[in-house]
T-cell receptor
Framework: DAKTTQPTSMDCAEGRAANLPCNHS???????VYWYRQIHSQGPQYIIH???NNETNEMASLIITEDRKSSTLILPHATLRDTAVYYC?????????????FGRGTSLIVHP | DGGITQSPKYLFRKEGQNVTLSCEQN?????MYWYRQDPGQGLRLIYY???????QKGDIAEGYSVSREKKESFPLTVTSAQKNPTAFYLC????????????FGPGTRLTVL
């Protein structure tokens, strides 16, 4: 599975857009980009995923560059409850199994 | 409600004792996973199972054991051989052979005294 690189921490003002970058320069053609977030002392929560087209759901938008080597998760109107650690992972096949690998993620702090 | 449950939320054990963490899901998922998380760290994969009666070691399987006798259950035993067992343990499930998301349980915080 391809590895990802994310900034250790970011901050954002409440009500503004939070843009979280992720580099995955070794991603292969059949690997998807997934985003999860983890609020303190809870299990991670799925946010969104995509292959090569931009995706949007009720939680966020995912922008994937044309070469697929990086992506950005966008929280359009961040709230205090969006303060969490955000994980960008890529998932591919390894012997027929999908084994996601979570790094340290980006700690997003939303301030008033 | 469909979901994945872990119990207990907090667990205390004396050093040298084996302890089993429970993980149950009613999502009809084939695949289940166990992760360990230490303070300020990401998630590290301990074991995973893609189907009943089959499981594979992850990155840090030493000192742990699992079983998968039923589709909905994937208990993790932390043995006395695990040198530093105090951590936050997370169980997850996903559909087999499908690029779907993982669903995580609320976690069990194990403290070994």
């Amino acid at each position: 599975d391809a590895k990802t690189t994310q900034p250790t921490s970011m901050d954002c003002a409440e009500g503004r857009a939070a843009n979280l970058p992720c580099n995955h320069s070794t991603i292969s053609g059949n690997e998807y980009v997934y985003w999860y977030r983890q609020i303190h002392s809870q299990g991670p929560q799925y946010i969104i995923h995509g292959l090569k087209n931009n995706e949007t759901n009720e939680m966020a938008s995912l922008i994937i560059t044309e070469d697929r080597k990086s992506s950005t998760l966008i929280l359009p109107h961040a709230t205090l409850r969006d303060t969490a650690v955000y994980y960008c992972i890529v998932r591919g096949a390894s012997g027929g199994s999908y084994i996601p690998t979570f790094g340290r993620g980006t700690s997003l702090i939303v301030h008033p | 409600d469909g979901g994945i449950t872990q119990s207990p939320k907090y667990l205390f054990r004396k050093e040298g004792q084996n302890v089993t963490l429970s993980c149950e899901q009613n999502l009809n998922h084939d695949a289940m996973y166990w992760y360990r998380q230490d303070p300020g760290q990401g998630l590290r994969l301990i074991y995973y199972s893609q189907i009943v009666n089959d499981f594979q070691k992850g990155d840090i399987a030493e000192g742990y054991s699992v079983s998968r006798e039923k589709k909905e259950s994937f208990p993790l035993t932390v043995t006395s051989a695990q040198k530093n067992p105090t951590a936050f343990y997370l169980c997850a499930s996903s559909r087999q052979g499908f690029m779907g998301e993982q669903f995580f349980g609320p976690g069990t915080r194990l403290t070994v005294l």
